[in-house]
């Protein structure tokens, strides 16, 4: 037994010192391409409430798209910064403990392919000169489950989300949900979760889990190149889609008036908490390139947002404006091998949200 036992310890050895190396010695993204896959949490061990690991700062030269591009073709960001809370979201760590602004939404609102002083929270704090909170990749019910957030009523919620999730999106908000101080019972908890030496046993069982490494050794052994799809110019480096012409399909009168239904519930949840809402869709890159894509021009966001104003939600025009530059001036407002918005389209969508902000808040209209 004593033979047995000697040969699985040397049989493992390899990998403990491999696991221990990735742990203790190497770069925390030293086996990813992009900050993102680094920094992601999988599990939460219980500690980690976040969508990210807590507490991080990295700068990193990040190659190529989420679109997985062709390594020629890649493009290669240099010094994208990442910085994390306590709370592991994206937003430096600070002592302020109300934030006015608050943006729920999806990997374009945490800033996917982009540097921390490029997402939409940075750019429009700075244009406002009032603090947002970047709580995304999340859902709307994560306002009041977080440690913070919870605590203190903002002034305006914006809700961002890709054009392509809005349809199967879920809006609803638990019943007796609100801004209210934690209970010494939630004070207790958070005060366990925040501790440092806690989170960084947290991070470490989870980076174990994810296995970065050994993911990194099996994409390298089954990597293959893609297949590009998108432009049919002859471009050796054509602008890369998520799902291509499929994105762009019809959607249907009914389905769309529940999406509308959903966010109206919503903005009138809002309104009766004293929070002004604003709904910002953000275009598919398929829907602004669909020229690209040799497919009739997709109305889907046109109708609801249409839909929406009728019902006294005060919602953004993306698609009309981004429709504008695409067409006038040709400016790329999208990563061509990425999915997400660049740091160009995320300006247009603060300069619009700062107006109306700036604006008097329009009395409410509902449709007879």
């Known amino acids: 037994m004593k033979k047995y036992g000697l040969k699985y310890l040397i049989f493992i050895l390899p990998f403990l010192a491999a696991i221990l190396i990735e742990l203790l010695v190497l770069p925390i993204d030293f086996f990813t391409f992009r900050v993102w896959e680094a920094l992601v949490k999988k599990y939460s061990i219980g500690v980690l409430k976040g969508p990210f690991y807590p507490n991080m700062t990295i700068v990193k030269m990040e190659e190529g798209g989420d ?45 996917g392919g982009l540097s921390q002083p490029e997402m939409l929270s940075e750019v429009l704090e700075k244009h406002l000169n009032k603090k947002v909170y970047p709580l995304a990749p999340e859902s709307i019910k994560y306002i009041f489950k977080h440690g913070l957030l919870k605590q203190s009523k903002p002034e305006v919620v914006i809700l961002a989300n890709i054009e392509r999730t809005i349809l199967t999106a879920n809006y609803a908000v638990r019943p007796g949900s609100d801004f209210k101080n934690p209970s010494i019972a939630d004070k207790i908890m ?24 050994l993911n990194y050794i099996k994409a390298a052994i089954n990597s293959r190149p893609p297949s590009p799809t998108g432009s049919a110019s002859g471009n050796a480096c054509p602008v890369l889609f998520f799902k291509g012409a499929q994105a762009n399909h019809k959607v249907p009168d009914n ?25 910002l869709p953000i275009p598919n890159k398929e829907t602004i390139y669909y020229r690209e894509l040799a497919t009739p021009k997709p109305v889907f966001l046109e109708k609801l947002t249409c839909e929406l104003r009728a019902q006294g939600v005060e919602v953004v025009d993306t698609q ?6 695409t067409s006038r001036s040709g400016i790329p407002l999208y990563h061509r091998d990425d999915t997400h918005w660049n ?9 619009l949200l700062e107006d109306i902000l700036r604006a008097p808040q329009p009395v409410s209209k509902k449709k007879p």
């Open 255 to 279: 389905v769309l008036q529940n999406a509308v239904q959903s966010i109206k519930q919503l903005s009138d949840f809002f309104a009766g908490k004293g929070v002004r809402f604003i709904f």
């Open 67 to 111: 679109l997985k591009p062709s390594p020629e073709c890649a493009v290669r960001k240099k010094n994208v910064l990442w910085q994390t809370d306590a709370y592991g979201y994206r937003k430096t760590a600070s002592r302020t403990f109300q934030y006015p602004i608050i943006i729920v939404g999806d990997s374009n609102t945490a800033g």
């Open 343 to 351: 740091a160009a389209g995320v300006e247009v969508a603060a300069k």
């Open 320 to 325: 009309k404006v981004f429709d504008q530059i």
């Open 190 to 213: 958070w005060s366990v979760m925040l501790q440092p030496a806690i989170q960084s046993v947290a991070i470490h069982i989870d980076r174990v889990l994810k296995a970065n490494m």
